[in-house]
Structure formats: structure tokens, C-alpha cells
């Protein structure tokens, strides 16, 4: 194996997005930063969602206690989708239990017209915050992240989480038009909060588009890989791989590899030798152990984790995660044995 220096642009998590060698398979856990940690609960006690986004001693805090607890990869800043949509104007909330919930939907031309482009110095907090954060991981990456526009199109016109993108949809088909307007001014804004995180620092971003599953192929690429291919293209030259990621999205891998993607996150339900297959040996994987694989006896996540670095293998490059985030009921210490076992395993095959 190639020796690699101790800098996050040569850490093993940059290098397995890049497909490059690396002395063992980097790992790291969508919503590592949250619920599962009694310290993040703690920490939140009285304080807002929305507001502990947008204080960067909270934020890097946060951000940090999966890192030191774990000893993963990579650091993802905490923060949510919708933050960059409230700085933007859009009056929303997070709400416990529930998630984002929008005052006023949009459903109009009106409504669509009314959205606003997010001015940078809006989020300000964000780049306090990240570089207050890099002097602390050292060679540890950062991963930036935002919300593709079909994920934040859903919250918008729903007025709030869903299981049928029914109002979303009813546009989507219904007026088109206005769909790409919507979408394209989300991508604006995407783009905007992506470009802060890259010019304060972040080694990788990544675009989550979790509702995209509940599209087919075709409409997939009609409605909506126009506008997050726009979005991820926009940072082809910025030097920092970029992550693409939904729930259920068998049937689009190869369509959000396409968009622009270095890595495409794949979720438990495909396995990562298929995944390799449909998104080429251009692209590496991230994934893809079910969450609630963490809630069976040790024996059982060992075996899956040991079969997922196996299929892993058939990617370019493979960053170890799970399917989709960690549940909030995950017991950290599963967390970290995996971190662990991942590392083991991985550099001694
Ligand atoms: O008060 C709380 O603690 C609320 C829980 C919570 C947390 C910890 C929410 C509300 N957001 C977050 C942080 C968050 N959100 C992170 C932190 C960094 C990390 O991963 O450790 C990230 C990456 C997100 C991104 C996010 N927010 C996504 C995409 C990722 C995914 O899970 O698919 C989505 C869909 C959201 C919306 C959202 N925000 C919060 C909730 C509960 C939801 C989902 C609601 C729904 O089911 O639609």
C-alpha cells in the first residue's frame, strides 16, 4: 500500500473519493453528529436547532465530539439542509421530533417568485465556524455539506416532511415550468451555501438529495439532475471531491453519478458490487450498511460490515458508511468498536 502524509488533501478519506490507494477504508456516519451522543444531547439542552447552526462554538463543538468519541475519517460540519433556505428568508423552523416546518409552503408562481438568492455574508456563521473547526481536526477532513433541490423543492411545497411527495409531485407534473423555476432558484442558493463551505475550507462536499428515491429514472433525469448536475458541475474546478447521495435510489445510481458525482453514496437495499457495476470504475461508492444492522448482536454487524468492505472492493475507491443516518437510539459504543473494526479489517487485506 502507498504511504500517505499527515494532510486532510491526503488523508485516506479524500484519497478513497479520488480512488487513489490508501492504507486502510476510511469510515465515517451520516448524522454522526447528533442524537446517539449524550454529550451532543447535552450540549442542546435548551437550545434551538436553528440556533445551535448558526453559533460556531455550538457548532464546532458538535462537529468535533464524533471525532474524538469515534475516531472516524472525516468531521461532517453540523448543520441541516434548511439552514441555507432560512438564510435565505424562508420562514421555517426545526422542530424536535418532526424536523423542518415551513410557514408558508410554496405553491404559486407568487410563492416560487418570492424566494431570494442566499447572500454569503447571511452565513457568516458558517465560515466562523469552519475555521474555527480546522485548526482542531488537523489532518482530519471536514466535509461540507447541502441539500440537493428536489430534497428541499419536497420540504418547501409539503410545508414539512412527507412519505408521498404528493404536492411536489402535483407540481412537478403539473407545472413544469414552474418546477424548473423553483429548482433552479434552490440551485442557486445550494450552489451559494456549498461555495462558502469550499472557500472557508471544507476537504469535501457533499449533496444530499435523501428524497430523490421517490422518483423514477426517467423522471429523475427530466425534473431534476438538470439543476443538481448545475450544482455539482459549478464545482468541478474547486478541487474538493464531491459526495451524491439518496435513499432508495437503485434504479438513479447510475443518473446521480452522471450529475457530476466523484462518490455516489449508495443506501443498504443495493449491494456495493452491483453499485461498482452501474456507476462505473469512474466514481467511487460510499455505504451502505443498514442502520439497524447497529441494533443486532455484535456478531451480525461484524458479519455485515466484513461482507460490505468485500463488495467494497469492486469500487474505484469505498468510504465506509452507513446506508442512510445513524438512528438516534444507536448505542455509541456500536459505533465506535465498527470505526474500529473497519479500520482493522481493511488494512490487513
Ligand atoms: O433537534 C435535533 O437534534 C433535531 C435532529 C436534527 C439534527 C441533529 C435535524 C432535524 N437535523 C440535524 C443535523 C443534520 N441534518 C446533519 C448533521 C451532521 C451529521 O450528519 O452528523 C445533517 C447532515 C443533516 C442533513 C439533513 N437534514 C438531511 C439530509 C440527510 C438525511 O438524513 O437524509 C435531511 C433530509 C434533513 C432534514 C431534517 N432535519 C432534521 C430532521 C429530523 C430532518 C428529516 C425530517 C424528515 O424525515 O423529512
Redesign the pocket.
Known amino acids: 500500500m502507498a504511504r500517505v502524509t499527515n494532510s486532510s488533501a491526503d488523508s485516506a478519506f479524500v484519497r478513497a473519493c479520488r480512488g487513489q490507494d490508501v492504507p486502510h477504508t476510511p469510515v465515517w456516519f451520516?448524522?454522526?453528529?447528533?442524537?446517539s451522543l449524550p454529550e451532543y444531547r447535552k450540549i442542546?439542552e435548551g437550545v434551538g436547532?436553528l440556533e445551535s447552526c448558526r453559533r460556531p462554538d455550538l457548532v464546532t463543538e458538535i462537529t468535533l465530539q464524533p471525532v474524538r468519541r469515534h475516531g472516524v475519517d472525516a468531521a461532517?460540519f453540523?448543520?441541516?439542509?434548511?439552514v441555507p433556505l432560512a438564510a435565505a428568508g424562508v420562514d421555517l423552523d426545526?422542530v424536535?421530533g418532526t424536523?423542518?416546518v415551513v410557514a408558508a409552503p410554496i405553491r404559486t408562481r407568487a410563492d416560487v417568485e418570492r424566494l431570494r438568492p442566499l447572500e454569503p455574508g447571511a452565513v457568516s456563521y458558517v465560515s466562523e465556524a469552519v475555521r474555527l473547526l480546522l485548526p482542531e481536526l488537523g489532518a482530519t477532513p471536514l466535509i461540507g455539506?447541502a441539500?440537493a433541490p428536489f430534497?428541499l423543492a419536497s420540504y418547501l411545497v409539503e410545508g414539512g416532511?412527507s412519505r408521498t411527495y404528493l404536492k411536489t409531485k402535483a407540481m412537478m407534473y403539473g407545472d413544469p415550468a414552474l418546477w424548473h423555476e423553483l429548482c433552479s432558484r434552490l440551485a442557486d442558493i445550494t450552489l451559494a451555501f456549498l461555495r462558502v463551505q469550499v472557500e472557508a475550507g471544507v476537504s469535501a462536499v457533499q449533496l444530499?438529495d435523501?428524497w430523490a428515491g421517490a422518483l423514477s429514472e426517467a423522471d429523475y433525469r427530466e425534473y431534476v439532475l438538470p439543476h443538481s448536475a448545475r450544482v455539482l458541475s459549478s464545482l468541478e474546478g474547486a478541487g474538493v471531491p464531491r459526495i451524491h447521495f439518496g435513499?432508495g435510489t437503485a434504479v438513479l445510481l447510475r443518473a446521480m453519478g452522471e450529475a457530476g458525482a466523484d462518490v455516489v453514496g449508495v443506501d443498504w437495499r443495493t449491494p456495493l458490487g452491483t453499485a461498482a457495476g452501474i456507476v462505473g470504475p469512474d466514481r467511487s461508492l460510499q455505504g451502505n450498511l443498514d442502520p439497524a444492522v447497529l441494533f443486532a448482536p455484535w456478531e451480525v454487524v461484524e458479519r455485515e460490515a466484513r461482507r460490505i468492505l468485500a463488495e467494497g472492493r469492486a469500487a474505484r475507491g469505498h468510504v465506509f458508511n452507513l446506508g442512510?443516518?445513524v438512528m438516534p437510539e444507536t448505542d455509541p459504543d456500536v459505533l465506535t468498536r465498527l470505526v474500529d473494526l473497519v479500520h482493522k479489517e481493511s488494512a490487513s487485506s
Open positions: 451520516m448524522r454522526q453528529a447528533g442524537r442542546r436547532m461532517i453540523f448543520s441541516d439542509i434548511v426545526i424536535a424536523g423542518p455539506f441539500g430534497t416532511p444530499f435523501s435513499v442512510h443516518g
